[in-house]
């Protein structure tokens, strides 16, 4: 039985997706399963993992130093709208530095790391927009408006600077945190099991717990709310055989954050810069609440086709 799209009312959310056929990519197996061999290659995953935080932090380096010494020649202090965009710009890179190292490690090419139909699904893209989009900015905003914080005495160039990074940069940055962790490092680790479904429990489970601790804050809701946001987008990739729709909840959470806080004048940098001592509150989990119905309703869409495949073969090792 091939299986690599769902049809009818039941795969609303990811039907109609005609595959792009690749030849080196492995047939009929689920979306964390394509690095999967007879071998595990815990090593190459290892060194892959390795480089792509490498990169990460490297890049960002990079650019931050760069938009410092721009802000010092400005006379500039202190976080800027340039800084924010650098450290976006940055995050969005690993969008083709995440392809770049599937392509040198693994020989598969960059379209792959996309969906299981060996592109990206504009048409998912799009149903989960319309979908998801709209209750999740509620939620977000609620949490924006409830939950006080130190304002900062912007100008208005810098909050219209910061507008255009929120709209612009941020979710190329939602992006490329999905293409790395929810892509390649998911990959990664869900080929090292024997079967499919114990590589995507830890798949979901490592790639979710090692990015909601780098975010740096221990406080219970704050961490609970990124335990939820990365399970969930960890969760719909392997439903839906790709990383369009965890953009789509990634970018809209992310955005809608920063444009609320460039709204009301928030203190961006000090946030930033305290995040360890960040203390949140119960209102904090409400975005989850949104979040977990929209896992829930990716769940109900692939009930009967199970996770998303690509094309070619019969389904194999659901261990």
């Known amino acids: 039985m091939t299986t690599t799209t769902a049809t009818g009312t039941e795969g609303w959310l ?44 490297g890049i960002a380096q990079a650019f ?3 938009a410092a010494h721009i802000d010092a020649q400005l006379g500039r202090t202190g976080f800027t709208p340039l800084q924010h ?5 940055a995050l969005a890179l690993l969008v083709p530095y995440s392809m770049l190292l599937q392509r ?17 699904r504009f048409a998912v893209l799009g149903r989960s927009l319309l979908a998801f989009g709209p209750p999740l900015v509620v939620l977000v905003a609620v949490v924006g408006l409830l939950v006080p914080g130190a304002t900062f005495p912007w100008t208005r160039a810098d909050l219209v600077a910061l507008l255009v990074v929120g709209v612009v940069l941020t979710p190329l ?9 929810r892509g390649l490092m998911l990959r990664v680790v869900g080929s090292w099991t024997r079967g499919a479904r114990s590589g995507a429990v830890l798949g979901i489970v490592v790639t979710t717990t090692v990015f909601s601790l780098v975010h740096g804050t221990l ?23 790709g990383l369009e729709t965890a953009v789509v909840l990634h970018a809209v959470y992310n955005m809608t954050a920063l444009l609320l806080a460039t709204t009301l004048h928030a203190d961006l940098g000090g946030e930033l810069a305290n995040r360890a001592q960040a203390q949140g509150s119960v209102v ?5 609440a949104g979040l977990l119905v929209a896992a829930a309703v990716v769940g109900w869409t692939t009930r009967r086709s199970g996770p998303l495949r690509t094309p070619g073969a019969d389904r194999t090792g659901q261990g």
């Open 173 to 181: 940055a939602a992006a490329g945190e999905e293409y790395g962790l």
């Open 64 to 66: 931050l130093a760069a």
């Open 104 to 120: 040198l490690l693994y020989g598969l090419p960059a379209g792959s790391l996309h969906s299981v139909a060996g592109r990206f």
């Open 284 to 288: 904090n989990l409400l975005p989850g």
């Open 85 to 89: 965009a650098a450290g976006a710009l």
């Open 14 to 57: 990811v039907r109609d997706e005609a595959p792009v056929l690749a030849g080196r990519v492995p047939p009929g197996v689920e979306y964390h399963r394509v690095y999967a061999g007879e071998k595990r290659r815990i090593l190459r995953g290892a060194v892959a993992v390795v480089l792509l935080f490498a990169g990460l932090v």
């Open 219 to 241: 406080d219970p809701y704050l961490l609970t709310s990124y335990l939820v946001l990365f399970s969930t987008t960890a969760y719909v990739t392997w439903r839906t055989g």
